[in-house]
C-alpha cells in the first residue's frame, strides 16, 4: 500500500442545510506522496445568508470580513483546476464534499463523481483508543500542529497530516487488515486507498475469552452496614478525605432493613448526598451473604459510572467476594457469525453508505474481549442502527449450540458473567424487556435497586406500548432485498446473497428467491399506499394539535384498509417459510447446508421481525382500547408518520408480574416528591395497594441547609399570563432586555420548540450587536457540541427545551442564571395527556390538581436541578411565569425554593435583582 497524492479541503460554512445555507470559506492543501505542498485558502461572500453569531464566534469569521469577497462563482474554477484530478479529502467529508459539489452544480461545474477519502473514517480504523474522532481531539491527541481551530486552511492542513499519519499507521499494521479493507472497499473510491483484495492474509483469531459457568459464589457473614460509614469505619479505609454524614448512614440502613425483612422502599435524596455509595454498600453486603442483587438504572452515564468507579470502590471492601457483572440488551454485542459473513460478501450485504461505519469497526472486532460494541469509540450505534443489527446478536437468528462461535459468543458470555455473579448491573430498558419476556433474560434474583427511578412511569409507557412507521418497516425490508434495482448483477441483500449461493441449476429455488424478494417489494410499496392515504384524508382537516387521535380504528375514522398491507406482509413470510424448508429439503444441497444455514437463519430473523411488525400494526390500527391512546405523529409525509399505541396506566404489568414475587426492590432518585409527598410516584408505579400488603417504605431526605443561600429565586409578576397572545412578545422582550447584559453563563429553557425559535430569532441581532454568544438547540448544531461549548464559553446563552431539562450537569461557572419562561405543565393537547386527564374526569378526580400541578412540579424540580448539582454550585433563577404568585396553585412551586424568593415587577427590577 503505497502513500497517495490528494487535496485536503475544509470548508466554513453560514449552517448546516445543504439547501440553505452557504460557503464562506474555501480551504484547500495538496499533498504529494503524503508531504504537504502547495495550499489556497478563499473567502467566499454568500449571496444571501448573513452570518449568525454562533457561526461568526464558531469560526472567527465576521460579516464585515465578507463584505469585501468574491463570490463562489467567481472562485469556483480556481478552486476547480487546483483540485484537478486529485481525490479530496476531508473530515467527515460528506459533508464537505455534499457543500461542494451542490454548490460547484449551481455555477455550472460537475463534480459529481469525483473521489473523495474521508480522514474521519481511516482516523477511526487506525485509532481506536482515542476518546472521539473529532479533528480537535485528534490533533491534540496525536500533536499534529495547527495554528488555530475551526478556520479552513489550520483545519485542512491538519486533516491531511490526519490522513497521511493514519494511512501509515494502518500500513505498517498486520497484513490481514489490509486485505480486509480491499476487500470490504472493492468498487468504492477506497479501492484506490486499499489496492486489490489478494484474500491471501488469514483473519486472526477472535480475542474473546471463553466464559464457563462457574458455581455460586460461597455466602459469606457480612458486616453492617454501620460498620462501613461510621467514624473511623471501612469506607473511611478506602475514601479519602470520608465524612460521616447521618443521612447516608440512614439511607444505607434503610436499604440495609429493606432487604432484610423485604417489602418496597421508596427514598429520594438530593444529588450529592452520596446515595449511590449507600446503596451499593448494602447491596453488596446482601449479595456476599448469599442472595443476587441488580442494580438499575436510566442513563448511560450513570450505570459508567457506577461500573467504572463506585462498584470497584465497594468491591475492595469485601476481598474478593463481590463478583459484579454488567449486562446489556442482547443487541448491545456482536455476532461473530454474522460479522464474518459480511466480511465474506460485503458487496452484497453492505449498502454504498455502510461500508466506511464497518471499515472502521473491523480493528475492534479482532480485539475485543466483550463484544460491547457501546466500548468501541470508532462506531456510532445510533448513528448505524440498520448496520449494527447485520451483525449484532439476535436471538431471532441464533443458531445457538449450531454456531461455529457458540463457545466464545459474547452475548452468552455477557449472560455467563452475570449468573456467575452475586451484583448485576442493568439499564430500566433492559430491566422491562425482561420484564415483557416474564424474566427470561436476567439471572435469578432476589433484590434489586432502581436508581433514576424518576424516569421509571415514563420508561415503562415506552416498554410497554407500540409503535409503527414506515421507516421501521423499511430499515427490515433493505437489508433483505436489492438496493440497486433487480439487475441480477446489481442485486444486494441477504436474498441475493442466498440466490447467489445456490447453484444456477436450482431453477425453482431461484424463482422462490425472485417471488420473496417481489412480495417484500410490494409489502413496503403496500404500507406507503396507506400512510399516503391517511396523510391526503388528514389535509383537509389539518390542525395545530401535536398528535392527531383515532379511538375507533384507522380504518373507521380515515377510511384507511390495512388489510392489502397486512395480506402482502403474511404473504412474504410464507414465501420465506416455503423457501426455507425447500433449501433445507433440496438433497442436491446437502454439501453447503453448513454456508447456508446462517444466511437462512439471518432471513429468518428478518421474517420474525417483519411477523411482531404485522403485529404491532394490527393492534395500532385497529385501537377501540379505552384504556390505551391511539394517535398518529407527523401524519402529513408517508415517509414520517408514526403511528402510537399507549398504555394510559403504565403500572398495570408491575403489579401483575412483578410485586408478588419480588423480595425487596427500593426506588431512589433526587426527584420523586411531590411538595415533600412521595404518593403521587407510588400511585404512577401501582404500589398504591388496595389491601394495604406490602406498602411500601417512604423516606424523602431532605437538602442542604445552605441550598437556599447558594440559589435565589426571582420571580417577575408583571408578564401576561402565559395564556394571554401578547405573552411570548412580553417574554422575548424581558429576555432582549436583560440576558445580552449578563456577564456569567445563562441558560433558557423553554416548554415548546415554536417559543425556543421565536425568542432565539428575537435575541440573535441583539447579542450579534453585544458581540456575545448565543446558542440555541435545534439551531446550532447537535446537543453534544452545544453543551461542550456552552461549558467552555463564559458569557454565553443557551436556549433549550426538552432533552435539557434533565440530565445535563452545567458545574461550577459553566451555569450561573437559569430562566424558566414558563411553568412545564404538560400540553393539554397531546394525545397521551389528554387520554389520561380524560380518564381521570371520567373516574371523578381532579385532573388539574392530580396530575398537570404534579408532573409540571416534578419538570421544574429536574429543570432547577441544573443550576445546582453539587455543594460548590450556586446561582440564580429567573421565572418568567407570574402564575406561580397570583393563582393559587402556585404556592405549590414555591415549596421547590422553601417560599424563598424575590418578586419582581419590572423589568428595571428584573435587571437590578440580577446583579
Not at 58 to 67: Q, R, V
Not at 161 to 166: D, W
Not at 205 to 218: H, S, T, Y
Not at 533 to 562: C, V
Amino acid at each position: 500500500m503505497e502513500m497517495k497524492s490528494f487535496v485536503a479541503i475544509d470548508l466554513e460554512t453560514t449552517g448546516l442545510d445543504f439547501e440553505k445555507d452557504e460557503i464562506i470559506e474555501v480551504a484547500l492543501v495538496r499533498f504529494e506522496n503524503g508531504v504537504q505542498g502547495e495550499s489556497v485558502d478563499y473567502l467566499v461572500k454568500p449571496t444571501s445568508v448573513t452570518l449568525r453569531p454562533f457561526i461568526e464566534s464558531l469560526t472567527g469569521i465576521s460579516n464585515a470580513d465578507l463584505e469585501n469577497a468574491e463570490p463562489f462563482a467567481a472562485v469556483a474554477q480556481k478552486i476547480y483546476s487546483f483540485i484537478g484530478d486529485l481525490p479530496i479529502v476531508a473530515h467527515n467529508a460528506m459533508f464537505d464534499s455534499k457543500f461542494l459539489k451542490q454548490t460547484f452544480a449551481k455555477v455550472g461545474i460537475s463534480f459529481e463523481n469525483h473521489p473523495v477519502w474521508d480522514s474521519l473514517t481511516v482516523s477511526r480504523i487506525a485509532y481506536q483508543d482515542v476518546p472521539n474522532h473529532r479533528l480537535d481531539t485528534l490533533v491534540q491527541e496525536l500533536g499534529i500542529e495547527r495554528s488555530r481551530a475551526h478556520r479552513a486552511l489550520p483545519d485542512a492542513e491538519a486533516c491531511g497530516h490526519l490522513f497521511v499519519m493514519a494511512l501509515d499507521k494502518i500500513a505498517n499494521s498486520d497484513p490481514w487488515l489490509v486485505d480486509a479493507l480491499a476487500r470490504i472497499a472493492r468498487g468504492s473510491d477506497w479501492s484506490l486507498v486499499w489496492g486489490e483484495s489478494e484474500n491471501a492474509s488469514e483473519l486472526p483469531q477472535f480475542k474473546l475469552p471463553d466464559v464457563p459457568l462457574e458455581n455460586a459464589p460461597v455466602k459469606e457473614r457480612a458486616p453492617r452496614v454501620s460498620e462501613f460509614f461510621k467514624e473511623g469505619g471501612l469506607l473511611s479505609t478506602k475514601v479519602e478525605n470520608f465524612q460521616v454524614r447521618h443521612n447516608q448512614q440512614d439511607y444505607a440502613s434503610v436499604v440495609e432493613r429493606n432487604m432484610h425483612k423485604g417489602g418496597l422502599c421508596v427514598l429520594e435524596a438530593p444529588t450529592g448526598s452520596g446515595k449511590s455509595l449507600a446503596y451499593l454498600v448494602s447491596a453488596a453486603c446482601k449479595a456476599v451473604s448469599g442472595e443476587r442483587v441488580v442494580i438499575s438504572t436510566a442513563t448511560r452515564a450513570l450505570q459508567e459510572q457506577l461500573w467504572s468507579k463506585d462498584i470497584p470502590l465497594v468491591a475492595s471492601l469485601f476481598d474478593g467476594k463481590l463478583k459484579a457483572a454488567v449486562l446489556k440488551g442482547r443487541e448491545n454485542y456482536l455476532c461473530l457469525r454474522k460479522f464474518e459473513e459480511i466480511v465474506k460478501a460485503p458487496q452484497n450485504l453492505l449498502l454504498s453508505d455502510e461500508r466506511d461505519s464497518f471499515m472502521a469497526i473491523v480493528p475492534w472486532v479482532y480485539t475485543t474481549e466483550t463484544g460491547d460494541v457501546n466500548e468501541c469509540n470508532s462506531f456510532s450505534q445510533g448513528r448505524n442502527r440498520v448496520l449494527w443489527s447485520k451483525m449484532s446478536s439476535s436471538a431471532k437468528s441464533c443458531l445457538g449450540e449450531k454456531c461455529p462461535h457458540f463457545n466464545k459468543c459474547p452475548a452468552l458470555a455477557a449472560k455467563r458473567r452475570a449468573m456467575n455473579s452475586n451484583l448485576v448491573l442493568v439499564n430500566h430498558s433492559l430491566f422491562l424487556a425482561d420484564m415483557g419476556l416474564d424474566f427470561a433474560l436476567l439471572p435469578l434474583y432476589e433484590h434489586i435497586v432502581f436508581d433514576e427511578a424518576h424516569r421509571l412511569p415514563q420508561v415503562s409507557r415506552n416498554a410497554f406500548g407500540r409503535t409503527v412507521s414506515f421507516f421501521a418497516l423499511r430499515n427490515i425490508i433493505k437489508t433483505l432485498v436489492p438496493s440497486k434495482g433487480h439487475e441480477v448483477e446489481n442485486r444486494d441483500g441477504l436474498v441475493a446473497e442466498l440466490e447467489k449461493r445456490i447453484p444456477a441449476e436450482e431453477t425453482e429455488l431461484h424463482a422462490s428467491c425472485v417471488n420473496l424478494t417481489e412480495s417484500l417489494t410490494e409489502t413496503e410499496k403496500a404500507l406507503h399506499r396507506f400512510f399516503m392515504k391517511i396523510g391526503k384524508k388528514l389535509a383537509k382537516q389539518k390542525n395545530n394539535r401535536n398528535g392527531f387521535t383515532y379511538a375507533s380504528g384507522i380504518m373507521a375514522e380515515y377510511d384507511a384498509d390495512p388489510a392489502t398491507f397486512m395480506d402482502q406482509g403474511l404473504n412474504a413470510i410464507k414465501l420465506a417459510d416455503g423457501l426455507a424448508a425447500s433449501v433445507s429439503a433440496n438433497a442436491a444441497l446437502a454439501a453447503s447446508k453448513k454456508e447456508l444455514s446462517g444466511l437462512l437463519s439471518d432471513i429468518a430473523g428478518r421474517m420474525t421481525e417483519l411477523s411482531r411488525f404485522l403485529q404491532d400494526f394490527e393492534f395500532v390500527v385497529k385501537a377501540g382500547r379505552d384504556d390505551w391512546a391511539f394517535y398518529m405523529e407527523e401524519p402529513f409525509n408517508p415517509h414520517t408518520i408514526k403511528l402510537h399505541a399507549s398504555p394510559l396506566d403504565a403500572s398495570a404489568p408491575w403489579k401483575e408480574k412483578f410485586y408478588p414475587w419480588i423480595k425487596s426492590a427500593t426506588f431512589t432518585s433526587a426527584t420523586l416528591s411531590v411538595q415533600g409527598d412521595l404518593n403521587y410516584f407510588v400511585q404512577k408505579m401501582g404500589m398504591d395497594f388496595p389491601d394495604g400488603k406490602k406498602t411500601p417504605f417512604l423516606r424523602v431526605y431532605s437538602e442542604s441547609a445552605n441550598k437556599d443561600d447558594r440559589r435565589s429565586v426571582i420571580v417577575a409578576k408583571y408578564l401576561p399570563k402565559p395564556s394571554a397572545p401578547e405573552y411570548n412578545d412580553a417574554v422575548n422582550e424581558t429576555l432582549m432586555a436583560v440576558l445580552p447584559e449578563v456577564e456569567e453563563n445563562t441558560m433558557v429553557l423553554f416548554t415548546s420548540i415554536s417559543a425556543m425559535m421565536k425568542a432565539q430569532a428575537a435575541l440573535a441581532p441583539v447579542f450579534a450587536e453585544k458581540n456575545k454568544l448565543l446558542l440555541c438547540q435545534h439551531v446550532d448544531g447537535s446537543l453534544d457540541g452545544l453543551v461542550a461549548m456552552f461549558r467552555k464559553s463564559r458569557g454565553a446563552c443557551l436556549l433549550g427545551c426538552q432533552s435539557l431539562w434533565e440530565g445535563v450537569d452545567f458545574p461550577g461557572d459553566a451555569l450561573k442564571l437559569l430562566v424558566i419562561p414558563k411553568l412545564p405543565f404538560p400540553n393539554p393537547v397531546d394525545p397521551l395527556v389528554a387520554g389520561v386527564a380524560n380518564k381521570m374526569k371520567a373516574e371523578g378526580k381532579n385532573a388539574f390538581k392530580e396530575f398537570f400541578v404534579p408532573e409540571a412540579y416534578m419538570e421544574l424540580r429536574q429543570g432547577l436541578g441544573r443550576l445546582i448539582r453539587s455543594e460548590e454550585d450556586s446561582g440564580k433563577v429567573l421565572v418568567l411565569d407570574n402564575r406561580i404568585v397570583t393563582e393559587h396553585y402556585g404556592k405549590s412551586f414555591m415549596r421547590i425554593w422553601n417560599n424563598k424568593q424575590t418578586v419582581v415587577g419590572s423589568i428595571d427590577e428584573v435587571k437590578a435583582s440580577l446583579h
